[in-house]
């Protein structure tokens, strides 16, 4: 492991007080760029084996793109179309079943806080007769802010200004349950509105979504489901690189530097600080910003 410099010389935020959703893909894998090649072992192009990937619903690993592309849900909010990924669930069996990760602390989303979870419901498709339900939500985030970052001075960091992409609503948590079911999910909504996608200013779409594959034929009784490529952040975990998706934080600064969406009502999650105790849903994360300043 490479020795990290002094933390006046490192841009560095803390996000163990903050809920920050994240989904590991993979492990054991490393970015394209000959900077980190050269200190992190394993395969740097082409497309990750599945035997690397964790979240087994992912459709592929594409690390020349440093990409995800996971299957796409449709959903609905107030009458208007709605597209939402599957990464985690509470019961060992849904994730099972589901090809997700399987997140017990999920059960405790709702803790001290109900409005964290949606409480959403379930309709049937009426285009097909066995294709998948519509999800109804209750809260939605918009994604037309142009995302900006400023960087402070004399120092880049805390940024003298921080703008995200995306923005919750006061309803919207990226955290669902059904009816009649006690199983939590965690299902980010990364695009809204009906195609063309906008991937570039990202005015309908999540900062980390690259591309909206929609569904299509694919022969006689048979198409190809709707999927999402997303980009992927580098990380280590107990030593080993891994590949990880973030999808929501609950602080403004933290999701712009992230690419992710803004979502206040996440601040509410049990507990500040409680991440290795009883009744907490949260996990401690540690990003570098921008690494190492050369002094």
Same mark, same amino acid.
């Given at each position: 492991m490479p020795r990290i410099r002094p933390p006046q010389r490192l841009s560095v935020v803390v996000t163990t007080a903050l809920a920050v959703p994240l989904s590991v893909l993979t492990f054991g894998t490393s970015s394209s760029s000959a900077a980190t090649s050269a200190v992190i072992p394993g395969q740097t192009s082409g497309l990750l084996p599945s035997s690397k990937v964790i979240l087994k619903s992912t459709v592929q690993v594409n690390l020349e793109h440093h990409s995800a592309t996971l299957p796409l849900?449709?959903?609905?909010?107030?009458?208007?179309?709605?597209?939402?990924?599957?990464?985690?669930a509470s019961d060992e069996g849904a994730a099972r079943d589901l090809n997700l990760n399987f997140?017990?602390?999920?059960?405790?989303?709702?803790?001290?806080?109900?409005?964290?979870?949606?409480?959403? +419901?379930?309709?049937?498709?009426?285009?097909?007769?066995?294709?998948?339900?519509?999800t109804d939500f209750v809260g939605v985030p918009d994604f037309s802010p142009t995302r900006t970052l400023r960087p402070g001075s004399p120092m880049p960091f805390p940024p003298a200004a921080a703008t995200p992409g995306g923005v919750g609503d006061a309803h919207y948590s990226p955290f669902i349950r059904f009816p009649g079911s006690s199983t939590v999910y965690n299902a980010p909504i990364?695009?809204?509105?009906?195609?063309?996608f906008d991937v570039v200013r990202h005015t309908n779409t999540a900062d980390r979504v690259l591309k909206v594959n929609q569904a299509?034929?694919?022969?006689?009784?048979?198409?190809?489901?709707? +999927?999402v490529e997303l980009l992927l952040i580098n990380g280590f975990d107990s030593g080993q690189p891994i590949l990880y998706i973030s999808t929501e934080a609950s602080d403004a600064p933290t999701a712009t530097l992230e690419r992710a969406t803004f979502v206040p009502l996440l601040a509410k999650t049990p507990f500040m600080g409680g991440d290795d105790f009883l009744g907490s849903v949260r996990e401690r994360i540690f990003p570098f910003v921008n690494g190492q300043t050369g002094r």
């Amino acid at each position: 492991m490479p020795r990290i410099r002094p933390p006046q010389r490192l841009s560095v935020v803390v996000t163990t007080a903050l809920a920050v959703p994240l989904s590991v893909l993979t492990f054991g894998t490393s970015s394209s760029s000959a900077a980190t090649s050269a200190v992190i072992p394993g395969q740097t192009s082409g497309l990750l084996p599945s035997s690397k990937v964790i979240l087994k619903s992912t459709v592929q690993v594409n690390l020349e793109h440093h990409s995800a592309t996971l299957p796409l849900h449709r959903g609905t909010f107030h009458g208007k179309t709605v597209w939402y990924v599957l990464t985690e669930a509470s019961d060992e069996g849904a994730a099972r079943d589901l090809n997700l990760n399987f997140a017990p602390k999920l059960a405790n989303v709702g803790i001290g806080c109900a409005a964290c979870v949606q409480d959403v +419901s379930l309709r049937a498709a009426k285009a097909s007769k066995f294709g998948e339900a519509v999800t109804d939500f209750v809260g939605v985030p918009d994604f037309s802010p142009t995302r900006t970052l400023r960087p402070g001075s004399p120092m880049p960091f805390p940024p003298a200004a921080a703008t995200p992409g995306g923005v919750g609503d006061a309803h919207y948590s990226p955290f669902i349950r059904f009816p009649g079911s006690s199983t939590v999910y965690n299902a980010p909504i990364v695009a809204t509105g009906d195609a063309p996608f906008d991937v570039v200013r990202h005015t309908n779409t999540a900062d980390r979504v690259l591309k909206v594959n929609q569904a299509k034929p694919a022969g006689p009784g048979r198409f190809y489901e709707p +999927s999402v490529e997303l980009l992927l952040i580098n990380g280590f975990d107990s030593g080993q690189p891994i590949l990880y998706i973030s999808t929501e934080a609950s602080d403004a600064p933290t999701a712009t530097l992230e690419r992710a969406t803004f979502v206040p009502l996440l601040a509410k999650t049990p507990f500040m600080g409680g991440d290795d105790f009883l009744g907490s849903v949260r996990e401690r994360i540690f990003p570098f910003v921008n690494g190492q300043t050369g002094r």
